[in-house]
């Protein structure tokens, strides 16, 4: 049986349309970033919105706020999705020890030798 105009998705990957394959690893960050930018545009937000600190006063006060609030949110999401990575890759499942002086040790699995 032939398969024909269809294309199996690697073992990495996921199928997309138009035959482009996209890695788990890439949309596995891909979500942890989007998160993490979620949660610092709210926590920005939330800054604001209460008044943290008489910030919202001084953004009314100023004559440029945009610069202001754009930076604010800016590395709010920036802090928060790098943060929010950083928890995806180090709460990955760990396979075992791999000796990396061993150039034979290339499967990652079993005890060192």
């Known amino acids: 049986m032939e398969n024909r105009g269809q294309r199996n998705a690697p073992p990495g990957g996921s ?3 138009g035959g482009l394959q996209m890695p788990t690893l890439i949309r ?3 979500l942890h970033l989007a998160t993490g930018l979620a949660i610092g545009v ?3 937000s939330l800054m604001i919105w209460s008044n943290l600190a008489g910030l919202k006063d001084l953004l009314v006060e100023a004559q440029e706020p945009f610069v202001a609030i754009f930076l604010l949110y800016a590395f709010n999401a920036l802090t928060f999705g790098s943060v929010s990575m950083g928890i995806g890759v180090m709460t990955l499942p760990y396979d075992g020890v791999c000796d990396m002086r061993d150039p034979n040790d290339k499967d990652d699995h079993g005890p060192l030798r």
Do not use: N
């Open 15 to 17: 199928s997309q349309p």
């Open 42 to 44: 709210i926590v920005a």
């Open 28 to 30: 596995f960050l891909g």
